[in-house]
């Protein structure tokens, strides 16, 4: 599918704010381009893993919308395209000008391109490649599987709109703790399953039924989805919509099973409040492994689980700036 591309030249000051304008005039997604310096802590809070060099911040900034093209090439709707284009930038034009009385908009221009959806995933491949975690090779689809990784337990999965590929180092550390702490046959919790790998990569170990919850309902797509691709059965999994902490009656769910091992792959904040009641969801001596920790919190996260009279720390496992917390029920 093609679009047309608007990259409208503002200013660092006023990005926020034209951004917000395009919402209220029904533009549900833009894209910010500046020359911000990025802090370490905000790098930490977004997940972001790196960051590419950039020059000096020169002030400008660049916001950009999209709107669909004619899809059959009809000269009607292309026109009828064209015309409510045009009036919304008119309306665009006239806010930026009145705006600039009080902000500096900057030059205010708009430029118009086209794009294509097939660019923009052939652009987010060039970033994404195989990589290990123990025995595990993790790879996307359209990477061909190389000889020298033959012998590894194999997980294909494609960044998706809302979830990771798992290469972030918090979804390592929890691959490590199953790994080395699941045993064939066990059953596992996956709470905050996001795109499912945590369960695909039990579901690789061994283990048994594994049940998953995420208060996102795009977690049940995107993981029913990597299950087939993995051609992983799913008749012995269960997926839940949830907030694990506020739902009564998913605690109660989860209570009447039991399982060997829980997984939780969230923050720090989450984590602390689930170390609270999490026994209940454990078999004696069963396991809780939680990552997604920054170090910061880990302190923290240990007197969670310490203040759980059921539960002892078992194991910390580190990975630069990130924690996981291994806790077994007494």
Request: charged share 30%.
């Amino acid at each position: 599918m093609e679009w047309n591309k608007y990259r409208i030249k503002t200013t660092t000051e006023a990005e926020d704010f034209v951004a917000g304008m395009l919402l209220e005039l029904g533009i549900t997604g833009v894209q910010i381009e500046d020359n911000l310096q990025i802090s370490k802590e905000d790098m930490e809070a977004q997940f972001i893993g790196y960051l590419a060099d950039l020059p000096e911040d020169d002030g400008v900034a660049y916001v950009s919308f999209y709107t669909s093209k004619a899809r059959n090439n009809r000269p009607d709707e292309q026109a009828s395209i064209e015309a409510a284009d045009e009036a919304l930038l008119e309306q665009i034009r006239t806010k930026l000008k009145e705006a600039n009385s009080f902000i500096n908009i900057g030059e205010g221009s708009i430029v118009k391109s086209s794009t294509k959806e097939e660019d923009w995933i052939n652009n987010w491949k060039k970033y994404f490649k195989g990589f290990t975690v123990e025995n595990f090779y993790i790879k996307p689809t359209w990477q061909k599987l190389e000889p020298q990784y033959a012998d590894y337990k194999l997980i294909e999965i494609d960044p998706g709109t809302a979830f990771g590929t798992g290469k972030h180092e918090t979804t390592q550390l929890c691959i490590t703790g199953l790994a080395k702490h699941l045993r064939e046959g066990n059953s596992v919790l996956d709470i905050g399953c996001g795109s499912g790998i945590l369960s695909l990569v039990a579901k690789k170990l061994g283990a048994g039924h594994v049940d998953m919850s995420d208060i996102d309902p795009a977690a049940i797509t995107a993981s029913y989805e990597n299950f087939e691709v993995n051609n992983e059965p799913t008749d012995d999994i269960e997926i839940v919509v949830g907030d694990i902490i506020g739902d009564d009656e998913l605690k109660q769910r989860y209570e009447d099973k039991k399982y060997d091992v829980v997984v939780a792959n969230i923050l720090a904040d989450v984590i602390i409040p689930i170390a609270g009641f999490v026994d209940r969801f454990l078999k004696p001596g069963g396991l809780f492994i939680s990552s997604g920790i920054i170090y910061m919190k880990e302190d923290d996260v240990v007197d969670a689980v310490n203040n759980n009279d059921n539960l002892e720390v078992v194991e910390l496992i580190a990975q630069g700036d990130w924690r996981s917390v291994v806790a077994r029920r007494k």
